[in-house]
């Protein structure tokens, strides 16, 4: 199991705010990555460094982590938007990565 | 940047599989490469990470002992090698390069994925 806890599945409407959390016991102290994994695809990073956003991600996909939790904010829901999110912790140290369990978020 | 991975495979228990991520766009040893594998139903799982530069690696502890990251700089290319399979080991197996900073690092390109099949 991991050491990084999402919610197993987070509902919006269009047009609303999404928000997907992940919890650890020191996220806080490092940076998070966000992934956006539809079915029959590979992963697309949405967020690095816990706000950062790669080129061609819109400025609904925004980040932030505080204490011990980061959280993935999606603005102005859309149903292109319906996938499975994943957060991303680095370890240094020994040069592994975790990811969080995964949360599907459904558009209603 | 493109990663563009061997096709499926289809193995026994008990037996080795070696999957290929043959990289281009940039230059090959200057990103470490990530494995990270999605069993059915499951969430993604990050396995390993090789260095092309000098083919050093690292392993997820649950992997190690059991998976083997080479690579072939003249094809920029790089292998990912899992024995002594099990029937959960069945998934899609994704390479993807890795971009750091100081203190963390991600992955920014991803390949299309192998799936592998374990069954008797």
């Known amino acids: 199991s991991s050491v990084l806890t999402q919610p197993p599945s987070v509902s919006v409407a269009p047009g609303q705010t999404a928000r997907i959390t992940c919890g650890g016991d020191?996220?806080?102290?490092?940076?998070v990555h966000w992934y956006q994994h539809k079915p029959g695809q590979a992963p697309v990073l949405v967020v690095y460094?816990?706000?950062d956003r790669p080129s061609g991600i819109p400025a609904r996909f925004s980040g932030s982590n505080y204490g011990n939790t980061a959280t993935l904010t999606i603005s102005r829901v859309e149903a292109g938007d319906e996938a499975d999110y994943y957060c991303?912790?680095?370890?240094?140290?020994?040069?592994?990565?975790?990811f969080g369990g995964g949360t599907k978020l459904t558009v209603l | 940047v493109q990663l563009v991975q061997s096709g499926a495979e289809v193995k026994k228990p008990g037996a080795s599989v070696k999957v290929s991520c043959q990289a281009s766009?940039?230059?090959?040893?200057?990103?470490?490469i990530h494995w990270v594998r999605q069993a059915p139903g499951h969430g993604l799982e990050w396995m390993a990470m090789?260095?092309?530069?000098?083919?050093?690696?690292s392993y997820a502890p649950k992997f190690q002992g059991r998976v083997a990251m080479t690579r072939d700089t003249s094809t920029s290319t790089v292998y990912m090698e899992l024995s002594s399979l099990r029937v959960h080991d069945t998934a899609v197996y994704y390479c993807?390069?890795?971009?750091?900073?100081?203190?963390?690092?991600?992955?920014?390109?991803w390949g299309q994925g192998t799936l592998v099949t374990v069954s008797s």
């Open positions: 993807a390069r890795v971009d750091c900073s100081t203190a963390t690092c991600w992955s920014d390109y």
């Open positions: 766009g940039y230059t090959f040893y200057t990103y470490y």
């Open positions: 090789i260095n092309p530069s000098g083919g050093s690696a």
């Open positions: 020191n996220s806080g102290s490092k940076s």
């Open positions: 460094e816990n706000n």
């Open positions: 991303q912790v680095w370890e240094r140290s020994s040069e592994h990565g975790e």
